[in-house]
């Protein structure tokens, strides 16, 4: 049922207002470390418009809607003030580690040559900040929504326009795993 409800909210205006005031402080707060240690290098993707979209429809399922579902939707609850607030605070941060400790992992076990990116900690800080502020967006919206569109906006971004793309390919090529 939770799931159902969270896939079927279309949040109002104001909702998306204050999930787009959220993702402000997340860009502002996750744009200076990257561009400090050089994740985050501005630039134009390497790519067709074809792969563009083939791209950004495949980022849009995994890994924004994907891990959406499984870090907000499965494991959170829609309604933060259902539990009280030190089981909400483990659960969040619960839900938290596990968000960004699949990184690495997923690296580790499906693209070993660029765990030297996802495991990096100023990768790790980013997600983390995704992280909070993808769960403060469900919990404004109780939507799936805005945190998969941010969730994809923040990876389409970094791999078509911040260097991403470019980054992954060279952390690739120059691994020796």
Known sequence: MRVVAALTTIPGGRAWGR????????????LPIGVLTGLLRPGTPQ?????????????????????ELVFRVLLLPRDPSSLV??????VAGASLVLYVASHPLNAM??????????????????????GLASTAAYWISRSIWPPVVMHWVTVV?????????????????????
């Open 157 to 177: 971004a970094w791999l078509w326009l911040l260097g991403g793309q470019a980054l992954l390919e060279h952390t690739a090529r120059a691994c020796v795993c």
């Open 47 to 67: 790519m067709t418009v074809a792969e563009m979209l083939g791209a950004g429809a495949m980022v849009f399922v995994h890994p924004a809607f994907v891990e």
């Open 19 to 30: 999930c787009a005031l959220v993702y402000g402080v997340f860009l502002a707060c996750a």
């Open 85 to 90: 607030r030190g089981r909400l605070v483990l």
């Open 109 to 130: 076990l499906f693209k070993p040559d660029l765990l030297p990116v996802f495991a990096s900690p100023a990768y790790l800080a980013i997600v983390v900040l995704l």
